[in-house]
């Protein structure tokens, strides 16, 4: 078990170290996938480097990610886009969020997606956007944490889960 604050951090105020620890727990959490043995530690802030720049570099939106941390061990890790203006209005939002959100399996259930969610809306309402998607991936294990996450917005805002049938 991990000690101390759970801090969540925007990829923008990370340094080269934290990225690197996020980009192994990447690696070791299945979401950046290594055919090579994972005690490569080297190999692993690699294949992970290369999967943050994906997710931060998709064209033409701008793209982030929002990691949670309890010290200086990451223990969660949840994406985000923003949609161009000029095709908001065609697509109907302005950014979505979720589509790989993920908490390490010893962590789950003590609030850390939440909060992870929590700090991208946060983000988003800084920035004016109030329409966005959640990107849900399909599973049993995600469908009552999704199910509690759409059903405590309010009815007034546009809340979606277009690849899960909750």
Excluded at 118 to 124: K, L, Q, S, T
């Amino acid at each position: 078990m991990l000690e101390g604050i759970l801090q969540i951090k925007h990829s923008n105020v990370l340094g080269d170290g934290q990225i690197d620890r996020v980009a192994e727990f990447l690696v070791r959490a299945g979401i950046a996938i290594s055919s090579i043995y994972l005690d490569d530690v080297a190999h692993a802030v690699e294949v992970g480097r290369a999967y943050i720049n994906q997710v931060t570099r998709r064209q033409p939106y701008q793209c982030g990610f929002f990691a949670a941390f309890f010290g200086d061990y990451p223990v969660g890790f949840v994406s985000y886009l923003i949609v161009p203006v000029q095709v908001r209005h065609t697509l109907g939002y302005e950014a979505a969020l979720g589509g790989d959100l993920h908490v390490a399996l010893e962590h789950r259930r003590e609030g850390i997606g939440t909060r992870l969610i929590a700090g991208v809306e946060d983000y988003f309402r800084q920035l004016g956007i109030h329409r966005y998607v959640f990107l849900v991936a399909p599973g049993e294990s995600a469908k009552l944490f999704w199910r509690n996450i759409l059903s405590s917005r309010p009815c007034s805002a546009t809340w979606t889960a277009p690849l899960m049938n909750l």
